[in-house]
């Protein structure tokens, strides 16, 4: 049973468009985080949150932006998408201590034509 | 800096057949050591994890990994392969005493088991 979920699981859209992934989990964590899949390779960290109001950079430059209003949501957004944004965006919730693991999401698979 | 090497991006094995995933890791200081599955169109799932005490690790599903600091590794094994198995394992490795949880990711095995 999924406690963190993600929204929409695919997403087409056409160059330009401005789009929002959605993240929310129930479990009242403080850390969340925004990994980027793609096929054969790592995943990358591209956004990390402490807690409300906390967003930081990760490993990965991303041109997408998150914001953290509330504890159980963490949003992301790209304001104007393109092909290289093609990928799978996976969103992770830990509750604090470093030996605490991450909980995933089931990802949000995007592509932009 | 920490980093994952997992050797082998595709393994194929039997079912029934002893399954064997390798990791690396780089770390300058004792690490956090994570196995991940993925399944098809799903998020990670948590296997198991290694943080002290005792280094063999058992997990969910009959998986087990040891920690071997003298040879950096935190390979993955499970005695006999399942149809069930057949998924993606990511190995990962986070600092310890790190305040954000931040996991650096290997690029993957996908295994396959064949009847």
């Known amino acids: 049973e999924a406690d963190i979920y993600q929204t929409p699981r695919y997403l087409v859209i056409g160059t330009g468009k401005k789009i929002t992934l959605e993240c929310s989990q129930t479990?009242?964590?403080?850390?969340m985080y925004w990994y980027q899949q793609d096929p054969g390779m790592e995943l990358h960290l591209i956004h990390y949150?402490?807690?409300?109001?906390?967003?930081e950079k990760g490993d990965l430059s991303s041109e997408s932006t998150v914001s953290r209003i509330r504890t159980e949501h963490f949003p992301l957004t790209l304001e104007s998408a393109r092909p290289s944004h093609t990928s799978q965006y996976l969103c992770?919730?830990?509750?604090?201590?470093?030996?605490?693991?991450?909980?995933f999401g089931n990802g949000t698979r995007l592509t932009v034509t | 800096a920490q980093s994952v090497t997992q050797l082998g991006s595709h393994v194929s094995v039997s079912e029934g057949a002893l399954v064997l995933l390798r990791c690396n890791y780089s770390?300058?200081?004792?690490?956090?050591l994570f196995w991940y599955v993925q399944y098809p169109n799903q998020g990670l799932q948590l296997l198991l994890k290694y943080t002290t005490g005792a280094t063999l690790v058992k997990g969910i599903n009959g998986f087990e990994a040891e920690f071997k600091k003298s040879e950096t590794s935190f390979h993955l094994t499970k005695p006999s392969a399942h149809m069930s198995d057949a998924a993606e394992y990511f190995c990962?490795?986070?600092?310890?005493?790190?305040?954000?949880?931040?996991?650096?990711f290997g690029t993957g095995t996908l295994l396959a088991v064949q009847p």
């Open positions: 990962a490795v986070s600092v310890r005493g790190g305040a954000t949880n931040k996991l650096i």
């Open positions: 992770a919730s830990s509750p604090g201590q470093g030996n605490s693991p991450l909980h």
């Open positions: 770390s300058s200081v004792p690490p956090y």
């Open positions: 479990m009242g964590h403080d850390k």
């Open positions: 949150s402490y807690g409300v109001n906390s967003t």
